[in-house]
């Protein structure tokens, strides 16, 4: 995993090909994934996951957060 930041009570991490993962850390005895987006699998969004045959270090690399409009911006390394 790339570039954890923790935004209240969650925690988001670029997670390479699975992408930006989200997480509930609230209590920290039981964390839950409770959000993702899949940046490099899916790229376009449609549900349909696209079989990847290249190098481990691709998909989600950084995250941006805090910006004033409260986005959250990915970055996703595709060759």
Do not use: C
């Not at 850390?25 to 964390?31: D, E, F, L, T």
């Amino acid at each position: 995993t790339h570039n954890g930041f923790v935004l209240g009570h969650y925690y988001l991490n670029a997670y390479y090909q699975a992408g930006l993962r989200v997480f509930d850390i609230s209590n920290p005895h039981y964390v839950q994934e409770v959000g993702k987006i899949e940046t490099h699998r899916d790229p376009d969004g449609d549900g349909k996951y696209e079989k990847i045959k290249k190098p481990l270090f691709e998909g989600a690399w950084n995250l941006h957060v805090g910006l004033p409009s409260g986005n959250i911006l990915v970055n996703d390394m595709f060759k």
